[in-house]
Every structure is written in structure tokens, then in C-alpha cells.
């Protein structure tokens, strides 16, 4: 099993199969995303969720006609739908960060039961490793859940 170290390794991750998230709305999928991200202790912000839903979801998240680019408007519309005020999914803001409450774990764990922990390219499990804290002490977005 192995873990991304970092934000720029996220463009190392399978996409999943297309049948398998179909039917799910985009804030679910984007709750399993931000799921991983914490997983991962990498930063939630808006640019690791946009490319780590296109890299997860291309068929959903990916730029009509540049699909080798991520939409960020679109996650950007699933995070916004993800507020307190509409499906009480995760708090916060693009400035500093985003994380899921109890409805948004309960979401992404329920998907997780379905496509099981994202995966290299290569085939690779990508699970979780405890990290030391002189790893996690400084980064931003590291709020606890």
C-alpha cells in the first residue's frame, strides 16, 4: 500500500470506472475526494479537490471538450451545493480550505464501501500511513474533522 506525499502526485491517480459513480451526484463524489485528501493529509483547497475529482472521475469532472484538463467551476458548484446551507455536507471557504462534517464522512464512507481506496496507475493501492507531526506542524488546511 502506498500514500501521495503530495499534492503534485495527485495527478498519478486512476480514474475509476464510469459505471461505478454514474449514478452518484457530483457531491458525493467530490465528499469522497475531500475524504481521501484527509486521508492523505494533503490540503483541501479548491485546486487538490478540482484535479483529484478529475483524476477519480473524468467522466464527470473532466472539461467538455479538454478532457485532459479538470473543471474546477464544476467541483467548484459541488462544494458550493456542499455548504451548510444546502446539503450540510462540509464548512469552509476556498480561502482557507475545506472539510467534511459527520453527513459529508457518512457520504464519502458509504461510496468508499463502493469503489474502495483510490488506486495508481500502475494499480497500486493508495491507503493511509501515519505521517510524524513534523509533517503535518505548519501546513495549511490541517483542520481536525
Given at each position: 500500500m502506498t500514500m501521495l506525499e503530495n499534492e503534485?502526485?495527485?495527478?498519478?491517480?486512476?480514474?475509476?470506472?464510469?459505471?461505478?459513480?454514474?449514478?452518484?451526484?457530483?457531491?458525493?463524489?467530490?465528499?469522497?475526494?475531500?475524504?481521501?485528501?484527509?486521508?492523505?493529509?494533503?490540503?483541501?483547497?479548491?485546486?487538490?479537490?478540482a484535479v483529484l475529482n478529475w483524476r477519480l472521475f473524468p467522466d464527470?469532472?473532466?472539461?467538455?471538450?479538454?478532457?485532459?484538463?479538470?473543471?474546477?467551476?464544476?467541483?467548484?458548484?459541488?462544494?458550493?451545493?456542499?455548504?451548510?446551507k444546502y446539503r450540510n455536507l462540509l464548512t469552509g471557504a476556498a480561502v482557507k480550505g475545506f472539510n467534511l462534517n459527520k453527513s459529508g464522512i457518512e457520504k464519502a464512507e458509504e461510496l468508499n464501501q463502493t469503489l474502495g481506496a483510490p488506486q495508481t496507475g500502475t494499480g497500486e493501492v493508495l491507503?493511509?500511513?501515519?505521517?510524524?507531526?513534523?509533517?503535518?506542524?505548519?501546513k495549511e488546511c490541517r483542520s481536525r474533522w
Open positions: 503534485a502526485e495527485l495527478v498519478n491517480v486512476a480514474p475509476h470506472r464510469a459505471s461505478l459513480y454514474a449514478d452518484y451526484p457530483l457531491t458525493t463524489l467530490t465528499a469522497y475526494s475531500l475524504y481521501w485528501l484527509h486521508k492523505w493529509q494533503l490540503p483541501r483547497t479548491i485546486e487538490s479537490i464527470k469532472f473532466a472539461m467538455i471538450g479538454y478532457l485532459q484538463f479538470p473543471d474546477a467551476f464544476r467541483t467548484n458548484r459541488s462544494l458550493l451545493q456542499m455548504q451548510p491507503g493511509t500511513v501515519e505521517r510524524s507531526e513534523e509533517r503535518r506542524v505548519g
